[in-house]
C-alpha cells in the first residue's frame, strides 16, 4: 500500500499548523473537550504555564466553554481540542463555536475523517492501540501531539527551544515504555489482587501530573470498573480532604518530575504515616534513559501514564469487569 | 464603644483597593487560596471570563501557584488570596511570592491582624458567624468581597456596570437568606436523616456553582463529616462518572441561574432516570426578591451556599458528628 506513514502525516499535519501559528498573533489557548480527552490537557497548560511570557492557557470541558462563552475568545485565540473518534457532540459544537468567534481551531483525533474535523480548521491524527495497530507510537500520541503544539506555539512565537529537546525526547520513549512494562507487569497484578474488592480508590497528584490522576479516577475506576473515586490536588489534600483517610482508604499517589514534586512528595509523607493502602507511582525511578533533562518534568506523566494503563488492565482483568463494559455510555441517550 | 462598624471598614478598605486598580495596568488576576476558601473565587472567575474583554483569571491552590511559578505573573498582574484566619503557611507564602515578583496583592481574611496582612498590599475583612457574631451581614461576606473585587476592577477598567447591580442587590441578600432559612430548615433535618448512613455523596454543578459543590464535598463531607465525597462537573458527568450511577449512589445536584443552568437540567434529568437518592437544590424555586436580574446567576450560588451550610448543620447534628470534629488537621504536623 502506499499509505503514509502515520508518523509522517502527524508531522505534515503539525508544520502547516504551526505556518498559521507564525500567520497570526496569539494571545490566549483554550484546551477544550470532555473527560478523558480534557484530562490528556492539563500538562499541556502546565507547560505554557511555565513557560510563556505573554500567552495565557485554559481548560475547559466543551460544554462548559461554550455556555461559559469567555468574553476573551476571539481571532486572537487558539482553541484546541480533542476527541477520539471526533464524534462527541459538545467538542464537535464547541470547535463550531470557537470557528464562529474567529479563532484558530485545531482538533486532535484518532480517525481521519468525523463531524469535528469539519468544524475544524486544522487536524492532528494520534497514533493509538486498536485491534488494527496494537503498536502505536509514542512520538505522536495524543499527549505527545499536544506538547508538540503547546512547544511548537512558544518556540514560534517566542523562540522557546524545549521544542527542540522534546522531539529529540519522544524518540526514546518507546523504549522508556518497554522497559517499563518490564518493571510493572507483576507489580500491577499485585496490586489488582490486594484491592480488586475495594470500593473507592482515590487518585492524587499536582502539576503537570494532576491530569493523570483525573483521568483514572473518572476514566478508569469510575467509568471503566465503577470504582468510586476522585482526584485529589497533592496541595489541596492538606485543606480538606486528608481527613477522609485511614488506614482502610485505598490512596494512589503519582510522583513526578516536574516542580510542584515537593506538593507529592508531602502528600506522600502524610500517607505513608497515616494510611496502610499506598500505591505510589513515582517517576524518579523510571529509567528515563534518553529523555532531556530539560524536558524530563513535562514528560514525567506520558510515562506514569503508560504504568498506569498496565495498572489499569491488570484491575479489569483480576475483577473480571473489561475496559469496555458500561451500563450508560453509548449504550442509551443521554 | 468607637469601633468602626464592619461593613463601614470592608467599603473603605475596597475603596482603597479600587484607587489601587487605577493607579496600574492589570492584565492578568490570580486567585490563590486553599480548600474551602479557594471554593469561594470560583464564581469570581465565572465572572471576569464572562464579562472581561481583556483580564484573564486563574485559581490555583497556593502551594501550586508558587511552585508552578507562572511566568506571566508580574508588574500587570492582580493576586487575590484568601486565608480565614490569615495564617494558613501557603497562602502567606504565596503572597510573598506575588509581591516579590511585583503584582498586586490583595488579602481577605477574617481576622483584622495575621501573618497573611504583613505580606499582601491590602487587606479586606469580611464577616462570619462566630461564637461573637451569630448575625454576619451578607453583604460583606467572603462570596460578596469577592465579587466586588472582581466587579469593580472591570468597573475601572473597563466600565462594566455589573458592579453597581450588585451593591444594590446585595443588600437583600439578608431577607433571601431569611426566606431561605425558613423554607429549608425542615428539609434539611429530613434529607439529613435519610443519608446518615452513607458512605458516599457526590456533589455536582456547573459554571459558577461548580466551587459550591467543591466546597461542600471536601470541606463538609470529606472534612468535617468524614464522608467519601467528590465534586463532579456536570459536563463532565457524562464522560466517565456517570457510569458510577445506580439507585444507591447519592448525589447532591446544585442548579443555578447562570448561563451553564443547561449542563445543570440536563444532569438532572438523567440523575432522575438512574438514580434515587438525589437532591436537587434549585435556585429558580429560591425566592430571590431584591437580587436585580442581571446578576442573579451571578448571586445564585451565595444563596445556594446559604443552604448547603445548613444541610451541613443538619447533617452534623443527625449522625452526631460535629463539624468542628477533626482527626488531623490543626491538631498533628503535617
Redesign the interface.
Known sequence: MAQVPAYTKAEEQLERIFEAFKEREIQ?VFYVA?????ALMYPSK?FL??????I?A?IY????FI??????LGEKSLVILCSHKGK?P?TTAAAKFAKAKGALVVSLMYVETAPLAEESDFIVNYSWISAGNMEPNPEIMNYAILYKLAMGLLYVKEGNRKYEKLVSSLQHLDTVFEKLMKTYAEKAKAYAKEVKDE??IYTMA??SNYGMAYSF???IL???Q?????AI?A??F?????????ENVPFILLMGLD??R??EE?ALA?LEK?GKKNLVLDAKTFDLTGIDEEVRGYIAPLAINFVLRMYALALSKERNHPLET????FKIP?
Open positions: 490566549r470532555c473527560g478523558g480527552s480534557s502546565y504555564d511555565r513557560e510563556s511570557k505573554n495565557t485554559e470541558n466543551s460544554n462548559e455556555h461559559r462563552n469567555p468574553m476573551s462527541t459538545e470500593k473507592i499536582s502539576g479516577a473518572i476514566c469510575m467509568e471503566m465503577w470504582i468510586h473515586s476522585h490536588h496541595g489541596e492538606f485543606h480538606g480532604p486528608f481527613e477522609i483517610l485511614d516542580e510542584t515537593p506538593l508531602r502524610f497515616h458500561r451500563r450508560y455510555m443521554y
